[in-house]
């Protein structure tokens, strides 16, 4: 039951990509193509922004992408902007239940 | 437009059991294409998934609070519930209930929340 490993901060400048890396293990991140990324500001509740690894909901622009590869998920977000200026999590299930990640502030330079 | 919305007490002292209702608007409970779950998030922390619920109300917890959890749904009231017993402060967190997608791990959408503290 540990929470996914993300790197707390990660930061570019405006109009630069940014990938969050999120690793887990074989019995979750690596075991299932269940992996979800939300986005946060303060004081509100999480956003989904990604899910089943790389498909985005209704209204999430496209420059929010996810990928996989074996236990290690990765969110990429690319020509970054200002607004994009938020914590992520990733979470991934894990047989029976779900595993949240430890987060990472995003910062725009 | 599918809504969810937390209720219950703000304040549970230590010891004692933290009860939480999720009241469903805007579409079924009954739908067998979801489950029902609720996530909380202690302040300053990052978010913790709980468990969640069937319609027929089977239930998933998280492994480490099987002993203190129940969650329950009562399709009639188009509701579900949380009740965790034995509180400490290490529970105090803002409360989500959430719609989860059968067979996927699209989580959509999610209530406002609910900040349960756990104080004498």
């Known amino acids: 039951q540990s929470a996914l490993t993300q790197p707390p901060s990660v930061s570019g400048s405006p109009g630069q990509s940014v990938t969050i890396s999120c690793t887990g293990t074989?019995?979750?991140?690596?075991?299932?193509?269940?992996v979800s990324w939300y986005q946060q500001f303060p004081g509100k509740a999480p956003k989904l922004m990604i899910y089943?690894?790389?498909k985005r909901p209704s209204g999430v622009p496209d420059s929010f992408s996810g990928s996989k590869s074996g236990n290690t998920a990765s969110l990429t977000i690319s020509g970054l902007q200002a607004e994009d200026e938020a914590d992520y999590y990733c979470?991934?299930?894990?047989?029976?239940?779900?595993?949240f990640g430890t987060g990472t502030k995003v910062t725009v330079l | 437009q599918l809504h969810l919305q937390e209720s219950g007490p703000g304040l549970v002292k230590p010891s004692e059991a933290l009860s939480l209702t999720c009241t469903v608007s805007?579409?079924?409970?009954?739908?067998?294409?979801?489950?029902w779950g609720w996530i909380r998030q202690p302040p300053g922390k990052g978010p913790e998934w709980i468990g969640s619920?069937?319609?027929?109300?089977?239930?998933f917890y998280k492994p480490s609070l099987t002993s203190r959890l129940t969650i329950s749904v009562d399709t009639s009231k188009n509701q579900f519930s949380l009740r965790l017993t034995s509180v400490t402060a290490a529970d105090t967190a803002i409360y989500y209930c959430?719609?989860?997608?059968?067979?996927?791990?699209?989580?959509?959408?999610w209530g406002q929340g609910t900040l349960v503290t756990v104080s004498s």
């Open positions: 089943d690894v790389n």
């Open positions: 959430v719609r989860e997608y059968k067979g996927s791990s699209l989580a959509d959408p």
């Open positions: 979470c991934s299930f894990a047989g029976t239940f779900y595993v």
């Open positions: 805007g579409g079924s409970i009954s739908s067998s294409d979801y489950f």
């Open positions: 074989s019995s979750d991140v690596g075991g299932y193509n269940y």
């Open positions: 619920v069937y319609y027929s109300g089977a239930t």
